[in-house]
Each structure stands twice: as C-alpha cells, then as structure tokens.
C-alpha cells in the first residue's frame, strides 16, 4: 500500500499569502492518478485538483497543482477567506485508493 | 446536476449489520465507477472501497479494515449504489460518503455523508 504523507500538520497564514502544500508518497506514483481535495467544516471533501495539475470545473486558478515521482504539492497563490480549509491528497493505484492525513489550513 | 445522496445510516450495535444505499441522478450511472469513503468523528478521509462500472466487469476492490466484511454493489437500472457492512465494530463509526470515481482514481463528486454510529 501507498503511504502518502502530508505536510506541514497545520500551516497559519493570512489572507493573501501563498500557500504551499506538500504530499510525499511513500514509493512512486504516477501523476495522472494524484488529486487534492478541499474540506470545509462539516462538508463533504470537494476535488480541486486530478491529475496532480489539472483543475477541476469550476475551482479558482489561484490553485495549482504539481509534481511527480513521490513528491507533490499543491499551491494557492493568494489565500482568499474562503481557502482556510482542510486539505487531502489523493493517489490510485489500480486496486486501492489511499489519501495523505491531511493539512489544515488556518487563518494567523 | 449531479447528484449523490446518501441513506441508511444510524445506530447500530457492534457485531450487527447495515446497508447504505447511494442514490444518483444527473449522469449516465452505469458509466461510471462508485466508490464509498468514510470518516471517522474528527479524524482524515478513509477509502472503505469501488466499484468498477459493468464495462470494467463491475468488480469491486475494499480497503484491508473492511475487507470480508464489506461489500458493494450496484443496480444500474435504479443508478443506486450499496454498501453493505456486516460484523460492525465500533471503529466503523464514521461518516460514509458515496462518491463517483473516474478512470484515474480521482472521485468527482461527492454525496452529503451519512452517519454510522455502532455502539451498544
């Protein structure tokens, strides 16, 4: 099984700054089967990113996603209110899905 | 506009069984894999397991905590999605949230979650 391995734990930042989110897979995966997810409290998991960079309908290009190999990060350019979240990567690997333990993104 | 929407859960005792269903709307269901994922009370995102689509042989893969325990399964002619969990233990509270997955693994939408709560 594919341990991915998220950090930091928790990362405080303002409205406006850059946020940088790193997922490690504990043995390579291919970037066609990475994905990031957004959690709001008290709301289901919504996909940001597949595909380790593509964008899903209707997410913000202030997300992005990149990477390959075991080290992959999400990016949000300028942290608007609404970003401080949970976040979760994501990988398949034919026969299991495994998901990181997630970063949560909090207001300083 | 897609739609999943979960049913069935509750409280059960441990060692009991319950079966949630996932109704879809807005797509062409029987295109598409179905996956259930679950979480528990203020912890991360588990994968519990899939559904491949009839086109894929309409097999399944679980995660090794459900394994033999859970099963899923679908009826397309009633774009329904089921999870079937028997010999519940305690640690299989969590909310169960019924998702469409994609050929790469990704899960696209997501249903609202419904609570499993097993306790005596």
């Known amino acids: 099984e594919i341990v991915l391995t998220q950090s930091p734990g928790t990362l405080s930042l303002s409205p406006g700054e850059r946020a940088t989110l790193s997922c490690r897979a504990s043995q390579s995966v291919s970037s066609s089967y990475l994905a990031w997810y957004q959690q709001k409290p008290g709301q289901a998991p919504r996909l940001l990113i597949y595909g380790a960079s593509s964008r899903a309908t209707g997410i913000p290009d202030r997300f992005s996603g990149s990477g390959s190999g075991t080290d992959f990060t999400l990016t949000i350019s300028r942290l608007e209110p609404e970003d401080f979240a949970v976040y979760y990567c994501q990988q398949y690997g034919g026969s299991a899905i495994t998901f990181g333990q997630g970063t949560r993104l909090e207001i300083k | 506009e897609v739609q999943l929407v979960e049913s069935g859960g509750g409280l059960v005792q441990p060692g009991r069984s319950l079966r949630l269903s996932c109704t879809a709307s807005g797509f062409s269901f029987g295109d598409y894999a179905m996956s259930w994922v679950r979480q528990a009370p203020g912890k991360g995102l588990e994968w519990v397991g899939f559904i491949r689509s009839k086109a894929y042989g309409g097999t399944t893969e679980y995660a090794a905590s459900v394994k033999g325990r859970f099963t899923i399964s679908r009826d397309d002619s009633k774009s329904i999605a089921y999870l079937q969990m028997n010999s519940l233990k305690t640690e299989d509270t969590a909310v169960y949230y019924c998702?469409?997955?994609?050929?790469?693994?990704?899960?696209?939408?997501w249903g609202q979650g419904t609570l499993v709560t097993v306790s005596s």
């Open positions: 998702t469409r997955a994609r050929g790469a693994g990704y899960l696209d939408y």
